[in-house]
């Protein structure tokens, strides 16, 4: 077993999930109450959040964008409120890095990385 972090072990080694189409409006979005899929939330106990709260919103943006696949992101993740939350996000430097190039890119707003 390894007793480091390196470049091949870690939240810096995990692929971060970038769908394109994050920002088409015809992606159905979660709302209301929801519980995150076992492969996203994976410790612990099953948790629901009630995405009408703002700290909920930001506990599972953050365990989606960390966790979560390409269609989690799309299901779970409005960029307008991830943009509104980015100071208060909680990432490894890989999905901050990643996700202020996909705004960049998509938005046309620059947001720390």
């Given at each position: 077993m390894a007793n480091s972090r390196?470049?091949?072990l870690g939240p810096e080694a995990r692929p971060v999930a970038l769908p394109e189409d994050d920002d088409a409006s015809s992606i159905p979005k979660?709302?209301?109450r929801v519980r995150l899929p076992i492969h996203v939330l994976w410790s612990g106990a099953p948790k629901a959040y009630d995405l009408d709260v703002r700290q909920d919103r930001i506990r599972v943006y953050e365990q989606v964008l960390?966790?979560?696949t390409a269609d989690d992101v799309?299901?779970?993740v409005d960029v307008d409120q991830l943009i509104e939350f980015w100071g208060e996000l909680v990432l490894p430097r890989s999905v901050r890095r990643a996700w202020a190039g996909w705004i960049l890119q998509h938005r046309?707003?620059?947001i720390a990385s």
């Open positions: 390196s470049s091949q979660a709302s209301g960390r966790e979560g799309r299901f779970f046309n707003v620059e």
